[in-house]
């Protein structure tokens, strides 16, 4: 599916607080840029929520001393109430208590410290998360998860490539995260989670979550992926902690039928068949496993692999032809005194990397001016052409021109110098950052025959090359991998990439399909640039041979 530009007013929101940017659809998992603005947020909460503990002290305080004063004069009075009446002073005094005294008492006890507090907290909720927030940014951990192959226990330690913030995952955690899989029919997920929150209360750790919920979950997520056995074995356990429990003594009933049933099922099968079973795994034993050829694993797998950095690696004789360089694009005026640093990257298709190509100044400025107009990425719905957001694809984005900031105009002068296409029918610098476990799963950045109206409404033709600025490190994931022929390019500030597309006979290369993987640890900003066949007729001539 197709990525296309897509303009949204910008919204002003007045906050009470220091809640800085706020998209008009929350949607915040799908980028941490934005998500940082909810750290201030909260922050300002703190304060708020700490100014009205001070508040309820002062007002314990005064209630207190008044409490200690009257205990002590209430203890000498009982003593002799009608001698310490008889003094005209202590009776006056009585009477102003019970009259005045504690009328006033009774209204500082009723006083309501709260108002501030939940005044700003009305306020700042509006702008909270909500539960597609959370719920995407657990399924991102699970993606994680399965991307880069970590066990429940390294993400709930926070023992994570790169990180420099570690954070511990409690077990009300764990149990959330898989209660998200559960309700998502995710009983794999379930079930790594439920045994990492189970494991987390038998080394001793409090939680309001107990261990027969855990259970309960845990033997039903195993039972519901065929493994009979261990999820009567848990159910047992239940047992012992909760012999009452109902649903846990009417499956383990049903568990030992089925078991049963199997091991009779078991028993009648032909000796035939398990003579020939046995045959056939000692010929398999015996026969070495060959590893299938990167070409015929499943995308998905490939995919996975390269984000991993399990690509398949060149041969010396490829990677002898790649280089480095310093480049002018032919005595370009702007590059004759300082050519650009130039790297090959990959030979087929050809993806060539500029180093140190916009400085971090113009980095910032172009974060400052996208961030207040992020919005969800979409993609084109090949069938409707209707944009449409898509869980392959977590991050934000934003349009820039050059009509905004002189700089815009610059960057997009720099690409054409360096590429020699004409930017004036290329689409504007959409700028992009990742949410949590942020990516962009295998996709074209061209039109392919099926749609031959991908691009109709530009008037421009397909897009015939992509730019790619990287505006950030990322110190885990975030590569831009290329399935098909096993490339892999990680993110490295300041610099930026560069393919084309279409072949020069206007063919698409199929061979540039290409991912974003996900983010696992740090904040991924890029912004990239769409050039467009037209008027490029003279400066990229058409070639004779369809894979030219």
């Known amino acids: ?133 959370q719920t995407g940014a657990a399924k991102a951990l699970l993606r994680l998860q399965d991307t880069y192959r970590l066990d429940a226990h390294t993400i709930s330690t926070g023992d994570l490539p790169g990180v420099k913030h570690k954070s511990l995952m409690t077990v009300e955690d764990c149990y959330e995260l898989a209660k998200i899989a559960y309700t998502d029919v995710d009983y794999y997920h379930t079930e790594l989670w439920m045994a990492q929150a189970l494991k987390q209360l038998e080394e001793g750790e409090e939680s309001t979550i107990d261990k027969v919920t855990v259970l309960d ?31 846990a003594t009417g499956n383990l009933k049903y568990f030992e039928f089925q078991l049963e049933k199997q091991k009779k099922a078991a028993a009648d099968e032909p000796p035939k068949k398990e003579e020939r079973e046995k045959r056939d795994v000692t010929e398999k034993k015996k026969k070495p496993k060959k590893k299938p050829t990167f070409q015929l694993i499943p995308e998905r797998k490939k995919y996975e692999m390269l984000c991993r950095g ?70 084109s719905n090949p069938i409707t052409g209707v944009l449409e957001t898509a869980p392959y694809r977590i991050s934000k984005s934003a ?50 025959k099926d749609e031959p109206d991908a691009f109709k409404e530009l008037g421009t033709g397909n897009r015939i090359a992509t730019w790619l600025f990287y505006m950030s490190d990322v110190a885990a994931g975030g590569a831009t991998v290329f399935p098909d022929v096993g490339a892999a390019v990680w993110p490295k500030k300041g610099s930026a990439v560069f393919w084309y597309n279409l072949f020069a006979s206007g063919e698409g290369d199929y061979s540039t399909r290409h991912a974003a993987c996900p983010v696992l640890v740090g904040n991924k900003w890029v912004s990239n640039k769409w050039i467009h066949e037209r008027g490029q007729e003279w400066r990229r001539p058409c070639g004779l041979n369809e894979t030219e």
Not at 53 to 58: H, K, L, P, T
Not at 341 to 367: A, G
Request: hydrophobic share 35%.
């Open 1 to 133: 599916m197709l990525s296309l530009r897509m303009e949204l007013p910008c919204c002003c929101l007045l906050l009470l607080s220091c809640l800085k940017s706020v998209s008009a659809v929350n949607d915040f998992y799908t980028s941490i840029g934005q998500m940082t603005d909810l750290l201030y947020t909260e922050k300002d909460l703190v304060t708020s929520l700490k100014d009205y503990i001070r508040a309820e002290e002062n007002k314990l305080e005064r209630i207190k001393q008044w409490a200690d004063k009257l205990d002590s004069l209430s203890a000498t009075a009982t003593q002799d109430p009608e001698g310490f009446l008889g003094h005209p002073v202590n009776a006056f005094k009585l009477m102003k208590r019970l009259n005045t005294e504690w009328g006033d008492l009774e209204s500082l006890v009723l006083s309501d410290t709260t108002d501030g507090f939940i005044s700003n907290l009305t306020i700042q909720r509006q702008h909270f998360p909500t539960d597609e927030d």
């Open 217 to 247: 979950y845990l033997s039903y997520s195993i039972y519901q992926q065929g493994d009979i056995e261990r999820a009567l074995k848990y159910t047992k356990d239940l047992l012992v902690l909760d012999p009452e429990h109902q649903r």
């Open 310 to 379: 399990e690509g398949i690696r060149m041969t010396p004789r490829r990677e002898s032809r790649l280089f480095c360089r310093y480049y002018d694009n032919h005595h370009n005026p702007h590059f004759v005194l300082s050519p650009v640093k130039q790297q090959d990257e990959w030979d087929r298709p050809y993806i060539v990397r500029y180093i140190d190509i916009i400085s971090d100044s113009e980095i910032e400025r172009v974060k400052q001016l996208a961030k207040p107009r992020l919005r969800r990425a979409t993609i």
């Open 399 to 448: 349009w820039l021109t050059g009509y905004e900031d002189p700089m815009i105009d610059t960057i997009n002068q720099r690409i054409e110098d360096l590429t020699g296409l004409e930017m004036d029918t290329a689409e504007e610098l959409q700028v992009a950052n990742y949410g949590v476990g942020g990516q962009y799963e295998p996709h074209f950045d061209f039109g392919r």
